[in-house]
């Protein structure tokens, strides 16, 4: 597994397989990751995933992953979307865990993700962001565990806070 940090928009900044989002069980999309997918691509997102959720017999649980497919020939630099549902009660290395292993299963080469919770939510599990640096960092590790020889690249894209970029970079780059 190889990581990188750079700065940009999620949905342009670099091609990538899919792209990382954090969703919640009540089927509200209201972080800044969400309104720049609906920028690029309306709601064809969104709307898959809530067919998806609705197909399921129960309440998505906190931690679930949902992989939404986009368009066969789409002009994004992504082309899936990696939903994990995000009722604030895991561990932010829980869910990185959790969408790694996914795109490992999906056979995915190159990912987006970025600095998660670090926004409106930050507070409300990890404290700080240095905690939830530190807890995605110890997502990544736990999935290099368990697959050592993936060859999954992580773009943590950070779009326009050059004192977090460079934290992250400092801390978790590989």
Do not use: W
Not at 62 to 73: P, Y
Not at 122 to 150: C, N, R, W
Request: with cysteine.
């Amino acid at each position: 597994m190889k990581v990188n940090v750079m700065s940009g928009d999620i949905t342009q900044t670099s091609q990538v397989n899919a792209i990382v989002a954090l969703a919640n069980s009540n089927r509200t999309f209201f972080t800044d990751i969400d309104k720049a997918i609906q920028r690029k691509c309306d709601n064809y997102y969104h709307s898959r995933l809530m067919i998806q959720m609705s197909k399921t017999n129960r309440q998505p649980y906190d931690g679930q992953v949902f992989i939404v497919k986009g368009r066969t020939a789409n002009n994004f630099s992504f082309k899936d979307i990696i939903f994990i549902i995000d009722d604030l009660t895991l561990p932010m290395r829980t869910l990185v865990f959790n969408a790694l292993c996914a795109a490992q299963e999906a056979g995915y080469e190159k990912i987006a993700m970025p600095p998660m919770r670090t926004g409106d939510m930050l507070g409300i599990v990890e404290k700080t962001v240095l905690d939830v640096v530190l807890a995605m960092k110890q997502g990544l590790l736990y999935f290099k565990q368990k697959y050592p020889d993936s060859v999954l690249t992580v773009n943590i894209i950070v779009h326009s806070d050059t004192g977090l970029e460079k934290f992250i970079k400092d801390n978790i780059a590989t």
